[in-house]
């Protein structure tokens, strides 16, 4: 079926038994009784240890488990097994010598105890050292047993002589159940087995349960049919061909499903999709089911709107939204519930942990209680009965990433990388649907959020904690509490206010630090209170603020810090705004003179205003109402340092690399809307971004605000505002 579906002839079409390979394998297929999975377990594990012995006693042997918590289990049991023999040892190719030096630096300890005995474990729980150091242990053949989830069978390719695949379900969090593994899962864990460059053939002994023992004997043998997932995902595909144009109708939603490689099962398979019955009728009305309830939920989560004859489908904002991040539907109509113009911070967090790309973070056995612990270190308010819930979870791990709190157990480690993978897609596709309600407050809220998640704090924070070595409040405080006194004219306006204030969406504003005195030659600061103030002083004298560091973090650390101030953006901006008839204006972002427009503009110098202070009549833009107009940004970034420019940005603690990139987004304050947003991403040098506007449909004056928001950096965003008249 799947051949035909790919149009491939009879000529491209081939099946392999076990044995066609490179290294001819030979299967064991071996059932166990018992009803509870536990312990028909620990069963396996002496006809596990028969194995190694009988096919394999000095070649490498990887035992394949379905969970973390099994992978200990086994090597516990396989390590008493090996007690009972002359040599406990037997499967440890290396001197005790080189052993202890090794585990010397392995941190996790069942992993310390089982090395002893040649016998490795791997799982996504291990700290990244300890897995290394398991992967060279046996590669390199020092140990001879290496006893992993079913994870390492699609990621390293680590081949073996004999495979032991120690049962064929996993416990599933979501049904609270256990399933079986999918064929072809099995297939790859088998494949592991038989090593080209050393071994005549391999071996693989499969344990199961007694009950599916036939099953397992006669599909590894012969073709298994692949049936499709579709209608897990039907309303996401629907909506994906709708916002590309493919979909326009209920109809053409009908055709699309009879292309697709589920209707060919369908017909072949009906009783695996709940089809009674394969006649045109019935078949008809299934399909138009389907459709219609994709519809329906597509609908509901505004991502899609009918025309009004009732036929056509259009797709909405929401819809394109999801399309472009590829997030689930639900997701959006969480956001449509969640979010408003006046959501607070803790409520934009919560809104990114109920999303539904989080519904498959496991929960694992007890980690309930974990949570519930969790929950008190942190001081968070949780539901007593949400405890088990993967979006409680989340908003936990994200809550301990932010305050560097300690987690409960290795595995927590894994969960938050993954919840920090979805998160800034999520977070981007948030700011978009907020900036499509012109939700200016929320907006903002949502680039912070971002900004916490890449670099590992709390908005609330001093900025300072970004860099090594001032992530505490002691260091901070004494940040605070120093004089810095700078050798030079005169320090550049610092782009950001020292507490990062941005509640009520009025961001944070440009203003010169605070001075004690300003003379020709010095300037002495009060206090370093922001990463923006110490970012602008270091670039203007960077062995004044060397000296301060020595003082605060002593001298062995400064150069840590300074290579991270190196290296951090700083951004100058100038602003001209274009009309349709070709005027320009040009504001300069630091309150000098701006450049002559192009044309028969007329230009003026515009400066840059004070927080809450309305501009002079001389600095009003005046434009026609409703006018179309262009905000020209011209940015200019560079750097303290000597360094070559990369776009990857310093976020020790992120869990991915991140490049550097910008918001640029204008809004009204005093309404609370949100006029336009545009994305750039990184750059050294010059740069210039359009942002189309249309000025206010009533005459009057208006304070028009630009915020330059980095999507990477705390305390390093800018805040421009500029007066717009609107004439009738």
């Known amino acids: 079926d799947l051949a035909d579906w790919l149009n491939i002839e009879q000529v491209g079409l081939y099946n392999f038994r076990p044995a066609v390979r490179p290294v001819p394998l030979d299967v064991h297929v071996q059932g166990f009784p018992g009803k509870h999975y536990c312990p028909r377990m620990a069963t396996m594990n002496k006809p596990a240890y028969d194995a190694i012995k009988s096919y394999s006693p000095y070649q490498p042997v990887l035992i394949f488990v379905s969970s973390r918590r099994q992978t200990r289990l086994t090597a516990l ?154 209608l897990q995902v039907l309303a996401d595909h629907l909506n994906a061909e709708m916002v590309s144009g493919t979909i326009t109708s209920k109809q053409s939603a009908l055709d699309y499903l009879t292309w697709t490689y589920f209707f060919r099962r369908l017909v072949m398979n009906p009783s695996y999709y709940d089809l009674a019955d394969t006649g045109h009728e019935e078949l008809t009305k299934f399909l138009s ?84 612990q969790l929950a008190e270190q942190l001081g968070v308010e949780v539901p007593d009965l949400s405890f088990d819930c993967p979006h409680t979870k989340a908003r936990l791990l994200l809550h301990a990433h932010f305050s560097h709190a300690k987690l409960p157990c290795s595995d927590y480690f894994t969960d938050t990388k993954s919840v920090l993978d979805q998160a800034l897609r999520i977070l981007q596709a948030m700011v978009d649907v907020v900036a499509d309600q012109g939700w200016m407050a929320t907006a903002l809220r949502c680039m912070h959020l971002v900004q916490m998640c890449v670099q590992a704090c709390w908005y609330e924070k001093s900025s300072l904690m970004l860099l090594p070595h001032l992530d505490s409040d002691e260091a901070v405080s004494a940040m605070a509490t120093a004089k810095l006194s700078i050798k030079a004219n005169g320090i550049g306006a610092a782009p950001a206010n020292g507490n990062n204030d941005g509640a009520g969406g009025r961001g944070r504003r440009q203003h010169r630090p605070q001075q004690k005195q300003h003379t020709s030659s010095a300037i002495t600061l009060n206090s370093v209170s922001c990463l923006a103030e110490l970012l602008h002083a270091y670039d203007t004298d960077s062995r004044s603020v060397r000296e301060l560091l020595n003082t605060v973090v002593g001298s062995h650390r400064v150069s840590s810090v300074t290579d991270v101030l190196d290296i951090l953006p700083i951004v100058d901006v100038r602003l001209r705004l274009m009309t349709s008839d070709d005027n320009a204006t040009a504001v300069n972002g630091d309150g000098t003179s701006a450049a002559a427009g192009r044309g028969n503009a007329r230009s003026r110098d515009v400066a840059c205003m004070p927080l809450g202070r309305r501009p002079s009549d001389e ?89 330059v928001m980095s999507d990477t950096y705390l305390g390093l965003d800018l805040q421009y505002d500029f007066g717009i008249e609107a004439l009738a």
């Open 77 to 230: 049991d396989l390590i008493s097994f090996c007690a009972t023999e002359d040599n406990p040892k037997q499967w440890l190719q290396m001197a005790e010598a080189e052993l202890d030096g090794l585990l010397d630096h392995v941190g996790e300890p069942n992993l310390k105890l089982t090395l002893a005995f040649g016998i490795g474990l791997h799982h996504a729980g291990l700290q990244e050292r300890d897995r290394k150091v398991v992967e060279e242990l046996f590669v390199n053949q020092k140990i001879q047993v290496l006893i992993a989830t079913s994870t390492l069978a699609w990621g390293v390719n680590f081949p073996a002589h004999l495979v032991v695949v120690k049962g064929t379900e996993f416990f599933d969090p979501k049904t609270r159940r256990y399933v079986d593994f999918p064929i072809t899962d099995v297939l790859q864990m088998m494949g592991r087995a038989g090593r080209p460059q050393f071994d005549d053939k391999g071996v693989a002994c499969i344990f199961v349960h007694d009950v599916k023992k036939d099953f397992y004997k006669k599909f590894l043998y012969e073709p298994f049919p692949v049936e499709s997932n579709l």
């Open 619 to 707: 600095h009003w833009l005046r434009v026609g109402c409703e006018q179309e107009c262009t905000l020209s940004v011209q940015l200019h970034r560079h750097q303290a340092g000597h360094k070559r420019p990369e776009s990857r940005a310093y976020a020790p603690r992120f869990s991915k690399v991140k490049n550097e990139g910008w918001f640029l987004a204008v809004g009204e304050a005093d309404t609370g809307e949100l006029l336009a947003l545009k994305r750039i991403g990184f750059f050294h040098g010059q740069q210039t971004a359009n942002v189309s506007l249309c000025s206010p449909e009533k005459p009057g004056r208006h304070i028009y605000t630009l915020y």
């Open 289 to 372: 089911s389907l459709v219609n309830q994709a519809l329906v939920d597509l609908e509901m989560s505004g991502c899609i709107a009918f025309d009004e004859d009732g036929r056509s489908i259009i797709a909405c904002t929401y819809g394109r939204i999801a399309s472009y991040y590829y997030l689930n539907h639900k997701t959006m109509r969480v956001f449509s519930d969640l979010l408003s113009a006046s959501s607070s911070n803790s409520e934009v967090l919560q809104t990114l942990c109920e999303a539904h790309e989080y519904e498959e973070l496991p929960v694992r056995h007890n980690e309930d209680s974990l949570n519930k």
